[in-house]
């Protein structure tokens, strides 16, 4: 399925990266570095791209399962997973967002490296750019993840969403309050032409 790859690295992992799947960049490498998970826990990976998160994330937790719209992302990340020697601790599913998962799936921790660059329509119309296209305003998939994150995610739960500046982090956090998450910024990276990378932790309201 994969005629050419790349290869990413952070710490001791080795990523193989297909053509069709986005490589780690500073945004994938800051969430890694940010990526606190608790032993025993259930990881929901949203937009697995080559699998770096929950790669990482299934060394502590319980399971992780991986789902990208991309089936090429899908395919590689399992290749990954081999590779790495957590394949069974993970599961894959291909899907558009939650699509795929059934309404009663929940987990402690929901990660989305989403995409969050303003982008023209034709943009999407190739899997690499579904990656990082998010429509006029950079929002388009964060909104949607925003709005339907919440009933997959356990009372004591937490979703770590990273995007740009670009996209309006203001935006996004009032969007987590209208769904009763508290959310914070905990990493943020500053970028050339007036862009920052922007972790964001958000959770239920008490």
Not at 20 to 28: K, L, M, R
Not at 29 to 55: P, Q, R, S, W
């Amino acid at each position: 399925m994969c005629s050419s790859t790349k290869k990413a690295f952070f710490a001791d992992y080795v990523f193989k990266v297909c053509e069709n799947v986005y490589e780690p960049a500073e945004d994938s490498f800051l969430f890694a570095e940010n990526l606190k998970i608790g032993e025993g826990e259930h990881v929901l990976d949203m937009g697995t791209g080559c699998g770096i998160l929950g790669l990482l994330a299934a060394k502590k937790a319980s399971n992780v399962l991986a789902v990208d719209v991309n089936p090429y992302a899908v395919w590689c990340a399992k290749q990954n997973a081999q590779l790495n020697s957590v394949r069974g601790k993970m599961g894959f599913l291909q899907g558009d967002l939650f699509a795929s998962l059934s309404e009663e799936a929940k987990f402690d921790v929901i990660l989305f490296n989403a995409p969050y660059l303003p982008s023209e329509a034709g943009e999407v119309d190739f899997w690499l750019g579904r990656a990082w296209a998010g429509g006029a305003t950079g929002r388009q998939v964060i909104d949607r993840f925003i709005s339907q994150a919440p009933r997959h995610l356990k009372r004591a739960g937490r979703i770590l969403l990273m995007q740009s500046t670009l996209a309006n982090v203001e935006k996004t956090q009032r969007n987590f309050a209208e769904n009763h998450l508290n959310s914070q910024v905990v990493a943020e990276l500053a970028l050339p032409f007036f862009e920052t990378l922007v972790l964001l932790e958000a959770n239920f309201s008490v």
